[in-house]
């Protein structure tokens, strides 16, 4: 079974810094698809980002980018130039493929909540 | 294109009653996907349906908890003589096809409190 963990339950940051979010998974496949999603205050689930096994490449999107280390099993969440608006909990899934069989279900990890400081 | 819509949003029950929730999907998609989220901890999955037909239910407690999505109409997760231990959040999230190339899109949650 696949396992998800964030080891850092809570961190804080200055408006404008930087700061980087981790997450280690396991499991035996080696094709699966990794995720952050951002949970804030009003407790909605957004998806944040999202990176493909088979890519080297690490994902970006805008102020967010990867660093994913796959032979590690590490997928770390670094954002940019924080905001106020960043501030929430943050959930690191996996999903394995639908060609190994099963369902698309998402593994999550326990979150970690981000506050960011004015 | 409205999103997935989960109603109600705050539900309190008595210990023993019936918990009903539901979930509409976002607009042209036939995958549903039931998550509860206990306090302080991640979401974990339940049930994953399309319609008519349940594909995964391997997170489904074995008593009391149940899971349909019609041919028309919304996803329903019904939760029979409701204990303390069900207050949660439970989310329902949707997607176009099968694959996780394809963003799963989650909706509002709804809170149940069972008192």
Known sequence: AQTVTQSQPEMSVQEAETVTLSCTYDTSENNYYLFWYKQPPSRQMILVIRQEAYKQQNATENRFSVNFQKAAKSFSLKISDSQLGDTAMYFCAFMRTPLQGGSEKLVFGKGMKLTVNP | NAGVMQNPRHLVRRRGQEARLRCSPMKGHSHVYWY????????????????????????????????????????????????????????????????????????????????
């Open chain 2, 36 to 115: 509860r989220q206990l306090p302080e901890e991640g979401l974990k999955f339940m049930v994953y349906l399309q319609k008519e037909n349940i594909i995964d239910e391997s997170g489904m407690p074995k008593e009391r908890f149940s899971a349909e999505f019609p041919k028309e109409g919304p996803s329903i997760l019904r939760i029979q003589q409701v204990v303390r231990g069900d207050s949660a959040a439970y989310f329902c999230a949707s997607s176009s096809q099968r694959g996780p190339g394809n963003t799963i899109y989650f909706g509002e949650g709804s809170w149940l409190t069972v008192v």
